[in-house]
């Protein structure tokens, strides 16, 4: 069984750089200017075999491999986790070369591309492609394990609360606001061409990797990292188009956390652990869910492995 889900894991993350390559390639095929994919088609070889060999995709992967492997294999320990959320945000938050375009660009420009006819380019539709497919294999794979924006607050709440108490935010309303921000700005784009979230950087924190010491930017991050302090993954459940997009994709993805109800004895151990608030919708069989960060916290606090890192089934197919 372990050794399947290794296999299957590969599989899966094989798929997924198969599916990053094929517009590349895509690009390549044709004649044109390379400009990108609204436009003509690229002949550039050069531009071809910086797309398919950057290596932030391949470690990217890896990474994402990773999580997958000891969500599925072993209890994540609080440890390990801590440490390879460092890892992460070294190497993909602190090492320049690794984070362009940054997680909220990739999703933020080819839609303001799209709607405003602009040509999309090959580099953005690429990493797009990216966070898609691991998210489609496992449930918030990329912002789980990928995003350096994403562990820093995890990171960030691991720190107790003053409060003595962690906030869960009521989903309904985390979500509500993070649509209404989308909706916000896709207006904004139709009136101007220019989206909320990078307008002077006021909701893109990101830019903190490129290492802008800007005002409006150090607000932003310091308020966020108080945040993150009481409450876990502010920004990506109350704002980030990345965490909206990746939570409509938990819909559809392969692996998600899945309880076993037979194994269930109702004592919300997971709950009481858990920094998030999926648990308690998940054991409440609830028809909204809330992002799941796939952290692992609340698979190893059950004390009767009644919660796994599973492919997901219908309920009528669930064990
Ligand atoms: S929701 Fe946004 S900030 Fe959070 S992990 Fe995903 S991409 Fe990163
Ligand atoms: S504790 Fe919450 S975020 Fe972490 S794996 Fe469980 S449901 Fe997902």
């Given at each position: 069984?372990?050794?399947n889900t290794?296999y299957?894991?590969?599989?899966?993350?094989?798929l997924?750089?198969?599916?990053?390559c094929?517009?590349?390639?895509a690009?390549?095929?044709?004649?044109?200017d390379?400009?990108?994919?609204?436009g003509g088609r690229?002949?550039d070889?050069?531009?071809?075999?910086?797309?398919?060999?950057?290596i932030?995709?391949i470690?990217?992967?890896?990474?994402?491999?990773?999580?997958?492997?000891?969500l599925?294999?072993?209890?994540?320990?609080?440890n390990?986790?801590t440490?390879?959320?460092c890892?992460v945000f070294?190497?993909?938050g602190m090492?320049?070369?690794?984070?362009?375009?940054?997680?909220?660009?990739?999703?933020?420009?080819?839609?303001t591309?799209f709607?405003?006819?602009?040509?999309?380019?090959?580099k953005?539709?690429?990493?797009?492609?990216?966070?898609g497919s691991?998210?489609?294999?496992?449930?918030?794979?990329f912002c789980?394990?990928?995003?350096?924006?994403?562990?820093?607050?995890?990171i960030v709440?691991?720190?107790?609360?003053?409060?003595?108490?962690?906030i869960?935010l009521?989903?309904?309303?985390?979500?509500?606001?993070?649509?209404?921000?989308f909706?916000i700005s896709?207006?904004?784009?139709l009136?101007?061409g220019?989206?909320?979230?990078?307008?002077?950087n006021?909701?893109?924190?990101?830019?903190l990797?490129?290492?802008?010491?800007?005002?409006?930017?150090?607000?932003?991050?310091?308020?966020v990292?108080?945040?993150?302090?009481?409450?876990?993954?502010?920004?990506c459940y109350l704002?980030?188009?990345?965490?909206?997009?990746?939570?409509?994709l938990?819909h559809?993805?392969?692996f998600?956390v899945?309880?076993?109800r037979e194994?269930?004895n109702?004592c919300?151990?997971?709950?009481?652990m858990?920094?998030c608030?999926s648990?308690?919708?998940?054991l409440?069989?609830?028809?909204?869910?809330p992002d799941?960060f796939?952290?692992g916290?609340?698979?190893?606090?059950?004390?009767?492995?009644a919660?796994e890192?599973g492919?997901?089934r219908?309920?009528s197919?669930q064990?």
């Amino acid at each position: 069984m372990k050794r399947n889900t290794i296999y299957l894991s590969v599989v899966c993350i094989a798929l997924s750089m198969i599916l990053i390559c094929v517009p590349v390639m895509a690009e390549g095929g044709g004649g044109g200017d390379g400009s990108g994919m609204g436009g003509g088609r690229n002949t550039d070889v050069s531009s071809i075999l910086a797309g398919l060999s950057e290596i932030k995709f391949i470690l990217g992967g890896l990474v994402a491999l990773t999580g997958l492997i000891l969500l599925r294999t072993i209890k994540i320990n609080r440890n390990i986790r801590t440490l390879l959320m460092c890892v992460v945000f070294v190497l993909f938050g602190m090492l320049v070369i690794m984070h362009q375009p940054s997680p909220l660009r990739a999703v933020v420009d080819p839609i303001t591309d799209f709607v405003i006819g602009s040509t999309i380019t090959l580099k953005k539709t690429t990493a797009l492609i990216f966070i898609g497919s691991l998210s489609v294999i496992g449930a918030k794979l990329f912002c789980g394990w990928v995003c350096p924006f994403g562990v820093l607050q995890e990171i960030v709440n691991r720190i107790p609360a003053p409060i003595g108490k962690k906030i869960k935010l009521p989903f309904k309303i985390s979500n509500g606001i993070r649509i209404l921000i989308f909706a916000i700005s896709l207006i904004m784009v139709l009136i101007t061409g220019s989206d909320l979230y990078t307008y002077h950087n006021i909701l893109n924190p990101f830019e903190l990797f490129e290492w802008h010491f800007e005002l409006v930017l150090a607000v932003l991050v310091g308020a966020v990292l108080i945040a993150s302090i009481f409450v876990y993954r502010p920004f990506c459940y109350l704002v980030c188009p990345v965490g909206l997009l990746t939570w409509l994709l938990e819909h559809v993805s392969i692996f998600r956390v899945r309880l076993l109800r037979e194994l269930c004895n109702d004592c919300n151990k997971c709950i009481r652990m858990s920094p998030c608030p999926s648990v308690e919708a998940i054991l409440n069989g609830d028809k909204l869910l809330p992002d799941c960060f796939a952290c692992g916290v609340c698979i190893s606090a059950c004390p009767k492995d009644a919660l796994e890192f599973g492919v997901w089934r219908s309920k009528s197919g669930q064990k």
